[in-house]
């Protein structure tokens, strides 16, 4: 199964037994709430310090904005950050409409004109790397730079029957039983106990109906042409063997200007397992690009 789903998915973890002061979760929570207006939907993010130039950071499939506590507490005050919960997913409007990587891209793109911004670095996590290549292909000169946490920039497969037979295993009715078993395919070994059990609420606080939607256009053979990415890129991959040397060339091949950077004995979620290594090679990435104070 693990083989068959490289995108995998985002999860929140939480940041347990901090000593003192302000723990990561206190920035990003204190952080008070906008909506941008995307058509008819309502797009809730989180926005922290100010200029016309953000760090922008998209979760994945079957989360929020509050994944990336970690990098709000580390870059806090070095730069403009922008926390985006895509369309149908946290706070966001959840109407039933197609949850295409386009929509949510637009989504992005709807709140970078509410909080007033000229230029964006974009992160995505998992599914949030589809979104950021649709962002960059709708919106180039609105993107200053690119980061692809652990997200592929090609599909798993393009056999329209290997993809709904994937697609089959979700159900409306069912996908509360299905998906945290799904899910825990995804998770390693040593993940820890309340980590599992934090994936369990996560899926249980998701729309199916969204989750599932925005599976089949994170799948659409739409997401994956493969014009190539000009603007500055940088990947931060968990070491895996399904990220393979071939994958890599092919990566570095698409997207000439890719800073490659792999982490051992991470999982999926690197940035909030070990955030520290994370944020310090986000950080050098950033700071090349003349975005961090």
Known sequence: ??????????????????????????????????????????????????????????????????????????????????????????????????????????????????????????????????????????????????????????????????????MSMFKEETFKETAPKFLGNMLGPNTPAPLREHIERLVANTDPYVAISSMRGMLDEKSWKEDPVKAPSQALMAKSPYWTAEYKEFAKKLVPDLDYREFDGMGHFLFMEKPEPVNKALSEFLTKQGVLK
């Open 1 to 166: 199964m693990r083989s068959a789903v490289w995108f995998a998915f985002p999860f929140l973890a939480l940041s347990f037994d901090r000593a003192l002061g302000d723990t990561p979760a206190d920035v990003l929570d204190k952080a008070p709430s906008s909506f941008a207006k995307s058509g008819d939907q309502k797009v809730h993010y989180k926005s922290l310090g100010d200029g016309k130039t953000a760090v922008v950071f998209i979760h994945g499939w079957c989360c929020d904005h509050s994944v990336w506590r970690d990098q709000a507490a580390a870059f806090n005050g070095k730069a403009r950050l922008l926390f985006v919960d895509l369309p149908g997913y946290g706070k966001s409007d959840h109407p039933k409409v197609e949850y295409t990587m386009a929509h949510l891209a637009k989504g992005v793109d709807a709140v970078l004109q509410d909080a007033n911004i000229d230029q964006a670095v974009l992160v995505g996590h998992s599914m949030g790397t589809p979104v950021v290549r649709e962002f960059y292909r709708l919106s180039p000169s609105k993107t200053k730079a690119l980061v692809f946490v652990d997200g592929a920039l090609r599909p798993f497969s393009k056999d329209p029957a290997v993809i709904e037979k994937l």
